[in-house]
Nanobody, 115 residues
Framework: QVRLVESGGGQVQPGGSLTLSCVASGGALMIYRLGWYRQAPGKQRELVAT???????NYADSVKGRFTISRELTKNTGDLHMNNLKPEDTAVYYCHALEGLGAYWGQGTQVTVSS
């Protein structure tokens, strides 16, 4: 069983930056794909960014050029670097991992973009 713990959320003004971090533990930790999703109030959870062990990345169109995903395979950690944040980025952000046949979620961290 893989456990994911996020950190780094908070409140920031429009145009500001935040970095979210995810630490994975437990299981065999052969995580094929690590990613970030978000869910705003009243909306469905949506993909933000993912990265495979081969460092292939996928980004939502709404965050391209502003967000960057990174991961450290040897430490089983991953970060989401968010720049030029907008009010519409406000959401709970979840770390997500695919390992073998399993899919795992973190508990989420709140990001609020507001002046």
């Amino acid at each position: 069983q893989v456990r994911l713990v996020e950190s780094g959320g908070g409140q920031v003004q429009p145009g500001g930056s935040l970095t979210l971090s995810c630490v994975a533990s437990g299981g065999a930790l052969m995580i094929y794909r690590l990613g970030w999703y978000r869910q705003a109030p009243g909306k469905q959870r949506e993909l933000v960014a993912t990265m495979t062990t081969g460092y292939d990345t996928n980004y939502a169109d709404s965050v391209k050029g502003r967000f960057t995903i990174s991961r450290e395979l040897t430490k089983n950690t991953g970060d989401l670097h968010m720049n030029n944040l907008k009010p519409e980025d406000t959401a709970v952000y979840y770390c997500h991992a695919l390992e073998g046949l399993g899919a795992y979620w973190g508990q989420g961290t709140q990001v609020t973009v507001s002046s």
